[in-house]
């Protein structure tokens, strides 16, 4: 029996959202590897009202089809204050109507017109608003899309004196031929050692497409922590922390179902965790 697909309006029917559509226009497409490209939406209206909280996704509707697709934001809000402002999406290819005109072929995408709502209750940081000292985020496959929103934020915050927190980020992913083809692998490696946290980002790899520049032998790029293995328990607790400083930790989970149920779980019954300092979101 095959699995039927929730459409993304009724799935998150209960969630906040926008009143109203911002028109925007497809601005720049890369292809991150043959599934995935990132793409960036530009705001149409010049003094659009158009803005959004790290972690939330759009309501995309294009010109094929009447329902819209469900689409997580990868910028960080700051990307709308840019001088050619924008936001950015990673789309995955899919049989779902809207993922599907979105890897049309780049000249049939680019300066067209799409028409898109925010939504969502998965940001940070959290609210209502609550003392923390560190952030753990836990993500598998492109369920690192709303983290990599809140990773930018985090960034952005401390570049701008308004906050300094301790971020450990564990991302699961299939193994690509490139290391560059790992959906926001450079982008994350990067971010964490402007933070000056450059062993706290670790890289669980499954196994997929091997290419010669990564060794089977398990040699890490330029000192990031990588292993060849699922994520375990273990993992999670050790970026959680001292047990005596968790009830000041954050966990964001975020990918398929079944592991975001599982780690979300994990995180919850850890010795010193907050239940209510846990925050996940799945993506079908």
């Known amino acids: 029996m095959s699995k039927v697909s929730i459409p993304h309006t009724e799935r998150t029917a209960g969630e ?27 705001p149409v209206e010049k003094n659009s009202d158009l803005k959004f909280l790290p972690g939330q996704w759009l309501d995309t509707y294009t010109p094929i089809s009447p329902k819209a697709g469900g689409f997580t934001i ?23 109507p809207p993922a599907k005109y979105l890897h049309l072929p780049q000249p049939q995408l680019l300066n067209t017109l799409l028409q898109i709502r925010v939504g969502g209750s998965f940001t940070y940081p959290p609210t ?11 993500a598998g496959g492109v369920g690192v899309n709303p983290l990599m929103s809140m990773l930018s934020h985090i960034k952005t ?65 330029d000192g990031v922590d990588v292993a060849r293995r699922r994520l375990t328990h273990g993992d ?40 209510q300092n846990v925050f996940c979101e799945s993506w079908w």
């Open 236 to 275: 999670l607790h050790e970026a959680l922390g001292p047990v005596a400083e968790r009830k000041e930790v954050l966990c964001y989970v975020c990918g398929v179902p079944r592991m975001t149920d599982e780690y979300v779980k994990v995180a919850k019954e850890a010795e010193g965790m907050m239940k």
């Open 74 to 96: 990868t910028s960080a809000p700051s990307s709308l204050s840019q001088p050619n402002p924008y936001i950015e999406l990673a789309i995955q290819r899919t049989s779902n």
């Open 157 to 221: 915050l401390k570049e701008s004196g308004e906050g300094d927190v301790e971020v450990r980020f564990l991302y699961s992913v299939k193994e690509q031929r490139r290391w560059d083809e790992i959906l926001f692998f450079e982008r994350i490696k990067s971010t964490m050692a402007e933070l000056g946290m450059r062993g706290g980002f670790k890289l669980f790899l499954t196994p997929g497409k091997v290419g010669s520049d990564q060794s089977s032998d398990g040699s890490n790029p």
């Open 16 to 42: 906040p959202r926008d009143d109203g559509l911002h028109p925007v226009k497809i601005d720049k497409i890369d292809q991150v590897n043959e599934n995935i490209r990132l793409i960036r939406l530009a």
């Open 128 to 138: 209502p608003p609550r003392n923390f000292k560190r952030v753990v985020f836990v």
